[in-house]
């Protein structure tokens, strides 16, 4: 007879099993997260959105230190007279007397979008639209330093608000779509330089720099958007690989004379402009310029001081070379007082920070060593300190540091193991530790600028109770030494229940490519729980980061230069045939599958290396660099007509004969990113090889192929194809 009380305790220990449905479609693994805070200029409040049922969306003010709620400084009530209509997003001026607010937000592409703008009187309670919107919605609004200007974009036009007299002044004249962009960014620097904001008030708010791109001879690509009776046909500038990019030029409006004066950034006009940014100075412009292979990076500087009746000159302060690439940030600081600026870079083969002097004489490397800065989170000119965050301690995990200029020492400001990233306040007073590792979801606290923990804000207790009732195996790390010795990060979830005198066939989930690794100690979300889904259906899951992935060094990241795919196959290859060779892995039953970068690892692994890999699923895959667009790809390979053999010999198109497993092609079809046209090339070529593979196509799918019912579907499709073929 067994107690009531043991019954109980032997029910516990059941535990449940996963289900995409669960996954994918259910709130059940949702983590809690601290989002949408911003800091106050006191940096001892920061405000946020909440909602409520008697103001709508609300914009309150707390304390950092107690947690407690100070004010409401804006609801969807007090603006618009009525709650439901939405507060999507919002900015200060300087003072924080007065918010912009954006409503009926609409997106673009990756980062930009268009909307709805108010400006918002918080003493005075009192909102007026920044602009007549029957003449069409705004983009990028922003106030000006002391806030009596706002500075906008519509219609590839930049347009400024004076806001005490309601008067709009038109800055620009010739913005037009698909030929001249006015104060933002086209498709390729959005994506690839990671902005779309291209206007920037000065210091005194009495100028405005601003990017104008000529994007009319860049070729036009086009997609299918379904759901009419005729499909509508949406066109936009893309420019591929070694094929015209946009003309990019730098102007700075003068507002006492309403003129504007290009910048002169030299006669080459078929280079990069990756940034501008104003120093302390309001007559100093810093402009970047990059040439177009990527390798030689310049920092030029105006001085508005001098008469210049047409162009704003220019003199080169630092600049710096590589035999491969130079990879664009938003780390320039340029010090109080002219004292310089601080910079990073893998000059000395380590992503590090550096001081220099105006002159571009280095004053110091700030942090040395081999490992790399990950993040660089900013200077506290009060403490003297540089915050940051690096690889120092295991290139799995990431911690955040300070570290004073004038001192060889740093503090480690974090202490668990696995993945942290910091929002620090203003004058890093305090900071938001953001903490995961590979099983275990977020907890994130409140710490101080010395590290010391204030106060626990999300511990995700529910979640953690929630995954303790699954059946889930922990995510192992390890080590494998390729072909030519080199060891490679790796990891593997097993069975439960594991045996290793049995034989389990393994499912290898992949990227590969440069920026992104997937062997990492840190929690993976969703992607997580399917893998552990596998791992119950009896799947070994692993993973690896091969050569030119991160956080090793340049040499290691750079391993790959102009010829994307070939060490990284070569890795995948090893990788399979080490697990092949264990004696618990079914060597003929190796799958492999990646989204994106990782979709034309898959391919290239599924073809090259069809001895080792029985199955594959490539999503939304690169299939030739000629497809993918310019930056991206002459960063890593130069042009196709410099570097034909490098885009050719690794392009799974031209290994499709090898193929010899079942083959599973997934796209979205309005795929913005890596155009579906790939997939369509592939198709063609998998045909004329007579290859027999299986295919699906999501309509109107963008790159992330979201939406809906959409991932809930594509990853039951993804199980049923492994469940049938691996």
Request: contains cysteine; aromatic residues 14%.
């Amino acid at each position: 007879m067994v107690s009531s009380t043991a019954a109980i305790a032997q029910k516990k220990e059941i535990k449940k099993s996963l289900s995409n449905e669960s996954i994918w479609a259910s709130g059940e693994f949702s983590a809690s997260y601290v989002s949408g805070v911003r800091s106050m200029k006191d940096g001892e409040h920061y405000t946020s959105m909440d909602y409520s049922k008697e103001n709508g969306v609300e914009i309150n003010k707390y304390s950092y230190k107690t947690g407690e709620k100070v004010a409401t400084l804006a609801s969807s009530l007090s603006i618009f007279s009525k709650a439901e209509t939405n507060i999507d997003d919002y900015e200060f001026s300087a003072d924080e007397s007065q918010l912009l607010i954006s409503t009926e937000t609409e997106s673009i592409y990756r980062h930009s979008s268009r909307a709805n703008y108010y400006i918002y009187n918080i003493e005075k309670q009192k909102a007026f639209p920044l602009s007549d919107f029957n003449k069409g919605k705004q983009r990028l609004a922003c106030f000006s330093p002391e806030g009596n200007r706002v500075a906008f974009v519509r219609d590839n036009d930049i347009y400024v608000l004076d806001v005490k007299y309601r008067k709009e002044i038109r800055v620009t004249e010739d913005g037009k779509m698909n030929e001249i962009i006015n104060g933002a960014t086209d498709w390729v620097y959005e994506e690839e330089f990671g902005f779309d904001k291209g206007l920037y008030w000065s210091p005194e708010g009495n100028r405005l720099a601003y990017y104008k791109f000529d994007e009319t001879k860049v070729k036009e690509f086009q997609m299918a958007m379904y759901g009419s009776l005729y499909p509508d046909q949406y066109t936009f500038k893309y420019p591929k690989a070694g094929e015209t990019n946009s003309k990019v030029s730098i102007y700075v409006y003068d507002l006492a004379s309403n003129t504007s004066k290009q910048v002169d950034t030299g006669k080459e006009d078929d280079q990069y402009i990756p940034r501008i940014k104003w120093t302390e100075d309001n007559d100093a412009l810093c402009v970047m310029r990059l040439n177009r292979h990527q390798n030689h990076l310049e920092f030029l500087l105006t001085d508005i001081s001098k008469p210049q009746p047409f162009q704003l000159e220019t003199s080169l302060i630092y600049e710096e070379r590589s035999s491969t690439y130079i990879e664009i940030n938003d780390n320039l600081i340029f010090l109080d007082g002219g004292k310089g600026f601080l910079w990073n870079s893998e000059k000395d083969g380590y992503n590090h920070i550096y001081q220099f002097d105006m002159n571009g004489k280095q004053v110091q490397q700030v942090t040395s060593g081999e490992w790399d800065v990950i993040t660089f989170y900013g200077y506290d000119e009060r403490s003297g300190q540089v915050y940051y965050s690096s690889s120092a301690k295991s290139t799995l995990e990431e911690h955040i540091y300070a570290k004073g200029l004038k001192k060889r020492s740093f503090n480690q400001l974090t202490e668990r193991k696995g993945q942290h990233s910091a929002d620090f306040s203003e004058g890093f007073k305090y900071f938001i530790d953001y903490h995961t590792d590979a099983n275990t979801p977020y907890y994130i606290t409140l710490k101080n600028g010395r590290g010391k923990t204030i106060r626990v804000l999300e511990d995700n207790a529910r979640l953690k109770a929630t995954l303790a009732s699954y059946e889930l195996q922990p995510k192992e790390f390890f080590t494998f030494t390729n072909s030519e010795g080199i060891d490679l990060n790796c990891w593997m979830i097993k069975p439960a229940n594991f045996d290793p005198n049995k034989e389990y066939p393994v499912y290898v989930n992949i990227y590969g490519g440069p920026g992104h690794n997937t062997v990492v100690d840190s929690w993976e979300g969703r992607n997580y729980l399917f893998h552990q889904l596998l791992a119950q259906e009896g799947y070994i899951v692993a993973s690896v980061d091969p050569r030119g992935t991160m956080y090793r060094g340049k040499e290691f990241k750079h391993s790959t230069y102009m010829q994307l795919g070939k060490l990284e196959t070569q890795d995948f290859i090893d990788f399979g045939k080490h697990l092949a060779a264990q004696s618990y892995v079914d060597g003929k039953r190796i799958g492999i599958q990646g989204w994106s970068y990782g979709g034309y690892m898959t391919s290239l692994a599924m073809t090259k290396g069809a001895e080792v890999y029985s199955m594959g699923i490539a999503v939304a895959p690169v299939t030739n660099w000629r497809y993918y667009d310019s930056i991206y790809t002459e960063r890593f390979m130069r042009t196709p007509q410099e570097n034909a053999d490098g885009y050719d010999d690794n392009s799974p198109i031209n290994h499709v004969d090898k193929l010899k497993g079942p083959f599973l092609l997934v796209h979205g079809s309005a795929d913005d990113n890596v155009h579906y046209q790939n997939t369509m090339e592939m198709i063609d070529a998998l045909v004329r090889a007579n290859k027999q593979f299986d295919l699906f196509i999501y309509p109107n799918k963008n790159h992330g192929i979201y939406g809906g019912n959409t991932r809930l579907h594509l990853f039951t499709k993804m199980t049923n194809f492994i469940k049938a073929n691996l």
